[in-house]
Nanobody
Framework: QAQLVESGGGMVQAGESLRLSCKTP????????MGWFRQAPGKEREFVAA????????YNVDTAKGRFTISKDDRKSTVYLQMNSLLPEDTAVYYC?????????????????WGQGTQVTVSS
C-alpha cells in the first residue's frame, strides 16, 4: 500500500494555529479521496475533513466549525489541514487516509490506507 506520512503536529497554546501535512506517493491525491481523522485518548477515531480527487471538500461541522481548512497540492502530492483557533479539545493524534472515489467521506471504513499519525497537543 502507498505510504502516507503526516507531519506538522506539535504542542501549542489555545488560540494558536498549526498546519498538518500528509505526504503521499506521486499522484495519490489525484486518484484517491483524502481524509483527515483524529483520535483522542479513550475516544473513537473521529472524522475531521476530506477532499476528493477533484477538490471538493467535506467537513465535520462540529469539529471544524470554520476553524479548519483542508487543501491539497497535486504537484507535491500532499494534503494539508490548516487548523486555526485551536482548543484544548482538539488535542489528539491526527491521521490522514486515502479512500477510493465515491466512498462515504466521513466513514473510517471507507479508507484503506492510513498514515502513522501526528500528535497535536493544545494547552489552555
Amino acid at each position: 500500500q502507498a505510504q502516507l506520512v503526516e507531519s506538522g503536529g506539535g504542542m501549542v497554546q489555545a488560540g494558536e494555529s498549526l498546519r498538518l501535512s500528509c505526504k503521499t506517493p506521486a499522484r495519490t491525491v489525484m486518484w484517491y479521496n483524502m481524509g483527515w481523522f483524529r483520535q483522542a485518548p479513550g475516544k473513537e477515531r473521529e472524522f475531521v475533513a476530506a477532499i476528493s480527487r477533484t477538490g471538493s471538500t467535506t467537513y465535520n461541522v462540529d469539529t471544524a466549525k470554520g476553524r479548519f481548512t483542508i487543501s491539497k497540492d497535486d504537484r507535491k502530492s500532499t494534503v494539508y489541514l490548516q487548523m486555526n483557533s485551536l482548543l484544548p479539545e482538539d488535542t489528539a493524534v491526527y491521521y490522514c487516509a486515502a479512500a477510493q472515489p465515491g466512498s462515504p467521506a466521513a466513514v473510517p471504513e471507507s479508507y484503506s490506507n492510513w498514515g502513522q499519525g501526528t500528535q497535536v497537543t493544545v494547552s489552555s
